[in-house]
């Protein structure tokens, strides 16, 4: 089984060659299969490969130079096997150092929980309390997404709360004068920042708990306006890039909310029913824009979702202390483990519900600037006093409610689009038809990467397309039917078109013998034609050997999909291709080359105005020598990454 190491390391210096260069920053290290990982704090010699981080490929997909560069990493390196480090300075033999012992803590601690708690509920404790969310399945961050739950499993001011305000509290019952709890307090804050890992939404609620506790030392009234900005202006001193983070923007403006608008009862621990709608009410424009999904439900997920986990948190930093001792031991993990499995129950309940979230098109950014404005606009009229009060806040709330429900609205042209994806030698296309129906040919493959997961959900939910009216298989290989369980589980599927398949029943092959959703499934005939709307569709041209041939056309517009360079299928496969008189656009399969006599004749039998290649141009040199003699041109999908067609209501 293929191990994978990685950790950021703060470069010095690198050989290429007997070239020697001094350097600096952080570089993230993939090391594959070594022979051990390099602890933590050790200084080391790499071998292996430094490279640029690879953009995203296709639209919606996860931008993965953004994400290093927002923590200062700007090179990644790969290193493969048992040799790809050299152990050079063991930090057993320096002395001691605070991020060492740190970290120590954070695995020794997550070494506990596994001990301690069964799969998922110890990679949820190290993810809840040490921030180290690596181990979480996909179902269940899908889960936390769909309900409006996420902020559950980062590391936040519920955190700080717990941790400082528990100690705090304690000691106020034990006896300690309040300046001595304070202290132990703030102590404990400063503490857990660090343990967790110090991320942008603890950090925030580490400087308000701090300058809290610090108002209570200095006997001074408490301001959480203040401290909020306090929090804010240190947070940026240190790291302006801060700013434009996801983490940043909805900590700070979730705790502005709520100070805002929660007045008087967020000071009085409010129920959590009240403060979640405030959240809601000031993070909804950029929930949407940053991840698409609205769930309507997330207000009374969170109900019972947030005070189950707030018990299963303290029962983890209970179990952390007493877990060996007998009897009180195993009693709190039972405790904690039956809190964190109802609150994953709720969780999962919500999220399994199709209609309790929504999908939506992201927005435009002066959508997000008129949401706040009339939000401001609504807070002013509340605490307006002069004689037009009522009609400025009839006005206020109105505007909100319109600016609001445009979120909802579809926007952009309804007409035909086709998106070919980049997914390597893979095929892929999603097409909308007009009325905004959405298809797909193929799923994406499932491993070693979930491409419907990864690169086709993120595109859906950013064109707000929460149903697909059908799938068409062109053939049962694992590349293109792996995503498909993923695919069932995230959005609804109307109808499932494949070829017969003389391996296994589809349903087996498909399915693994289980569905999640109930999908209408139809077998592709030769001849058969597929309509969507007045003017679209799906033409099987033919069916061999379990491969489709498909054409897709709009109006007077034609796309041929070829599933396969097999010689034997294509030869049967051309006198239906020698019915059509030429096509717009010829998509090409990967894995393979053509047998010269037959990709000559299939080009003068189809024709193309332009070709869509999937393997990179390194290996389809014979294809595009014949294209460019031809003078057709093509595209390369390894070099343009995903390409979008459209064809406006007017052709």
Request: hydrophobic share 45%; proline share 6%; aromatic share 16%.
């Amino acid at each position: 089984k293929r191990q994978i190491h990685s950790f950021v390391l703060e470069a010095e210096n690198f050989v290429r060659g007997r070239d020697f260069f001094e350097t600096g920053g952080k570089v993230q290290v993939f090391l594959f299969n070594p022979s051990e990982a390099p602890p933590f704090g050790s200084r080391v010699r790499l071998r292996g490969k430094l490279k640029v981080a690879k953009g995203p490929q296709n639209p919606g997909e996860f931008d993965y130079i953004r994400y290093l560069s927002e923590q200062g990493i700007r090179a990644v390196w790969e290193g493969f096997g048992k040799n790809s480090f050299v152990l050079i300075k063991d930090p057993s033999d320096s002395k001691f150092h605070p991020s060492r012992f740190l970290q120590t803590m954070r695995e020794r601690g997550s070494a506990r929980f596994d001990s301690l708690f069964p799969p998922p509920l110890n990679v949820l404790l190290k993810a809840l309390i040490f921030g180290m969310r690596r181990g979480l399945t996909e179902t269940l961050r899908d889960d936390f997404m769909k309900t409006g739950t996420s902020h559950l499993v980062a590391i936040s001011g519920m955190n700080i709360t717990l941790v400082a305000g528990s100690l705090f509290f304690l000691f106020l019952l034990m006896g300690l004068p309040q300046k001595g709890a304070a202290f132990a307090g703030m102590a404990a804050a400063v503490g857990y920042v660090f343990l967790s890992g110090a991320g942008i939404p603890v950090v925030r609620a580490g400087w308000m708990a701090g300058l809290y506790f610090t108002g209570l030392l200095l006997e001074r009234q408490k301001d959480w306006m203040n401290g909020l900005f306090f929090a804010l202006f240190i947070v940026l001193a240190f790291d302006p890039s801060a700013f434009f983070q996801v983490g940043f923007q909805l900590s700070f403006l979730s705790v502005f909310f709520l100070i805002c608008f929660g007045r008087s009862r967020f000071m009085e621990w409010s129920p959590e029913g009240f403060q979640t709608g405030i959240v809601l009410l000031g993070t909804f424009p950029l929930g949407v824009y940053y991840f698409n999904v609205f769930s309507w439900a997330g207000f009374i997920a969170n109900l019972l979702a947030i005070p189950f986990f707030h018990l299963g948190v303290l029962g983890g930093w209970i179990s952390l202390l007493v877990g060996p001792v007998p009897f009180l031991g195993p009693l709190t993990v039972y405790v904690t483990s039956f809190f964190l499995k109802m609150g994953l129950a709720w969780i999962h309940f919500w999220a399994k519900q199709p209609w309790s979230y929504f999908y939506l098109r992201h927005p435009h950014w002066g959508q997000l600037l008129t949401y706040y404005l009339t939000l401001a606009g609504l807070w002013f009229a509340f605490r307006n006093r002069s004689r037009f009060a009522s009609l400025f806040k009839m006005l206020t709330v109105s505007s909100w409610v319109l600016t609001a429900l445009f979120f909802f609205l579809p926007r952009g042209p309804s007409h035909f689009s086709l998106t070919a994806f980049s997914l390597g030698q893979n095929e892929l296309l999603h097409i909308e038809f007009e009325g905004r129906k959405n298809w797909l040919i193929n799923t994406g493959r499932g491993s070693p990467s979930d491409q419907a997961r990864w690169t086709v959900g993120p595109f859906l939910r950013r064109k707000g397309a929460g149903h697909l009216e059908g799938v068409l298989l062109t053939d049962f290989s694992k590349r293109h039917t792996g995503g498909l369980s993923s695919l069932s589980e995230n959005f609804s599927i109307g109808s499932l078109f494949f070829p017969l398949s003389k391996k296994a029943s589809a349903e087996k092959l498909l399915f693994g013998g289980s569905r999640r959703r109930r999908i209408n499934t139809r077998t592709l005939q030769a001849g058969e034609l597929i309509r969507v709307g007045e003017k679209g569709g799906f033409q099987v041209l033919d069916v061999i050997d379990g491969f489709a041939f498909i054409l897709i056309y709009w109006g007077d517009e034609k796309i041929l999909f070829l599933p396969t360079w097999k010689a034997g299928i294509l030869a049967r496969a051309l006198p239906e291709l020698k019915k059509l008189s030429s096509v717009d656009m010829l998509l090409l399969p990967s894995q393979g080359s053509p047998d010269p006599a037959q990709w000559n004749e299939i080009l003068s039998l189809t024709l193309p105005r332009w070709v869509v290649l999937t393997d990179p141009r390194e290996t389809s040199g014979p294809l595009i020598a014949s294209l460019q003699r031809e003078e057709i041109p093509f595209f390369c999908l390894s070099e343009t990454g995903a390409l979008q067609f459209e064809i406006g209501p007017e052709k």
